[in-house]
């Protein structure tokens, strides 16, 4: 596609329930990040991978998120037992190599009730 | 771990105004620095990318300079109209790409 892309745009969810959270990254980027952003807030990072290996994980906030890129392209991010503070926008970025410009998607929007 | 600052949180200015913005991070082993905008509950749009071999890079009127040596990095808007009104964020590109909170940037007509 042209630009990277998530899915869903919104995502309301209940209290302790599992939610994946998809990025298509730019074709041909190998490093995709994948941020959380809270209103009036920079985004945070969560993790960054570099073709299919998490290069660096240390943003994710506990054991309940976790995130994959088996190919290295796709990347879906996921969190188990969701509680009302994961409320925000994710968001994901791409770039062609790790230190280029990045390209960031629309965003996916979490509530969690 | 690399920490951005960016300065001032918030800036309200009349139009035709030029201002800067400013940025500041911790660790000076970056590769580049990207500035961005994000209109309220909007993306990220890339505005400028500076190489860290680079000291300026200018687009429109828009220009950022970048001082690695002493980790700071600014966005100078010339002749700014209400158009302008976003949040600016700087993202510092090492190993991993890390942000300021933002300024906030209003412009009155």
């Not at chain 1, 990072?45 to 906030?61: E, K, N, R």
């Not at chain 2, 960016?6 to 990207?34: K, M, R, W």
């Not at chain 2, 500035?35 to 220009?63: A, H, M």
Request: proline fraction near 5%; aromatic fraction near 8%.
């Amino acid at each position: 596609g042209a630009g990277v892309s998530q899915t869903p745009s919104n995502k309301v969810t209940e209290k302790g329930k599992y939610v994946e959270l998809r990025c298509d990254p730019i074709s041909g980027h190998t490093a995709l990040y994948w941020y959380r952003q809270s209103l009036g807030q920079g985004p945070e990072f969560l993790i960054y991978f570099q073709g299919t290996g998490a290069a660096d994980d240390s943003g994710l906030p506990n054991d309940r998120f976790f995130a994959v890129r088996p190919e290295g392209s796709v990347s879906t991010l996921k969190i188990q037992r969701t509680e009302r503070g994961d409320s925000a926008v994710y968001l994901c970025a791409s770039s062609l190599q790790s230190g280029s410009k990045a390209f960031f998607g629309p965003g996916t929007r979490l509530t969690v009730l | 771990k690399q920490e951005v600052t960016q300065i001032p949180a918030a800036l309200s200015v009349p139009e035709g105004e030029n201002l800067v913005l400013n940025c500041s991070f911790t660790d000076s082993a970056i590769y580049n620095l990207q500035w961005f905008r994000q209109d309220p509950g909007k993306g990220l749009t890339s505005l400028l990318l500076i190489q860290s071999s680079q000291r300026e890079q200018t687009s429109g009127r828009l220009n950022a300079s970048l001082d690695k040596s002493s980790g700071r990095s600014t966005l100078y808007i010339a002749a700014s109209q209400p158009g302008d009104s976003a949040t600016y964020l700087c993202a510092v590109i090492g190993n991993d790409m890390r942000f300021g909170a933002g300024t906030r940037l209003t412009v009155k007509p």
